[in-house]
């Protein structure tokens, strides 16, 4: 067994611009740094044979990765019709006004805010340019307007910061939610399990084969964590920093600001709960 085998979720390897799938390919953005990993994966899907594509987290207002990726499309035969939105945050939404500009096309998000044009997206919608179909899975917890995108005919899933391909991601209290979170993880749970996905495509850190063991992994970390935060509470740490301090103390302390969102989320959860 190799050593990627061997971890959550069978990373594929090192991240990379190019092919990942038969209807996808990744153009990485250049903003690497400890939340972001390697950086920013804008998704290029497209139907084989059509010339249109669909682009998923244009990605920072980065005006040469912008142009990169039109010009990455266009090497491929392809013209981007359609820009969508995982979610709102700017490494993965704050080049899509420019990019929009620059190709022309709509873009769609759950967050009215987010949207150039008259559509946006919700649970059931089924998104389809040049053959391609892509359904909308709304997977709120690490934000509220969190999307995931089911690709059925690559049995393959995009799931922007709901899954990572490397690591855990967080809850960004307070506008996500941990009871959210947790069912996300389940409807891409049941994906995996009723649907056949086996492949995620991550907003960050490498593809991943192994999308069942990925989800089972997620769930099974927020449970320990969750846990931790319950026992560190019971033992008279009632504040996100002396919570983070104890609990994380094994991570590194750049992540620690993350890490004091995650833990406000867990603390609202075992509040609501009555646990602590």
């Known amino acids: 067994m190799s050593d990627a085998a061997a971890l ?8 990379v611009t190019g092919p990942a799938t038969d209807r996808a ?3 990485l953005a250049p903003n690497p740094s400890a939340m972001t990993l390697d950086g920013t994966n804008t998704w290029l899907l497209s139907e084989p044979g059509s010339d249109l594509a669909v682009v998923v987290d244009p990605g920072p207002l980065d005006e040469g990765h912008l142009r990169n990726v039109i010009e990455t499309a ?4 392809k013209r981007v019709a359609l820009t969508l939105l995982t979610h709102g945050h700017p490494d993965h939404a704050e080049g899509a006004g420019r990019f929009a500009e ?11 805010a987010l949207r150039l044009g008259d559509e946006g997206l919700g649970e ?3 998104v389809t340019v040049g053959g391609l179909e892509l359904r909308v899975v ?5 934000t509220s307007d969190s999307l995931s995108f089911h690709l059925p005919a690559d049995r393959a899933v995009l799931t922007g910061d709901t899954i990572l391909g490397r690591g855990t991601t967080m809850v960004a209290h307070p506008d996500g939610r941990l009871g959210d979170y947790l069912d996300s993880l389940r409807r891409l749970r049941s994906l995996t399990v009723d649907d056949g996905v086996y492949t995620v495509l991550p907003g960050h850190g490498p ?11 997620y769930l099974a970390h927020r449970a320990s964590r969750l846990a931790q935060v319950e026992t560190a509470a019971e033992n008279g740490l009632r504040t996100a920093p002396e919570v983070v301090a104890h609990v994380y103390a094994d991570v590194d302390r750049s992540l620690w600001p993350a890490a004091e969102l995650s833990v406000r989320a867990q603390l609202e959860y075992l509040r609501e709960r009555g646990l602590i």
């Open 124 to 126: 059931g919608d089924v």
């Open 207 to 217: 593809v991943l084969e192994d999308a069942q063991g990925a989800v089972e992994f």
């Open 25 to 27: 390919a990744n153009v």
């Open 74 to 77: 266009g090497k491929l035969g």
């Open 102 to 112: 620059l190709t022309r096309t709509p873009v769609r998000a759950l967050d009215p």
């Open 8 to 15: 959550p979720g069978q990373p594929r390897g090192l991240v």
């Open 138 to 142: 709304p997977t709120p917890g690490h």
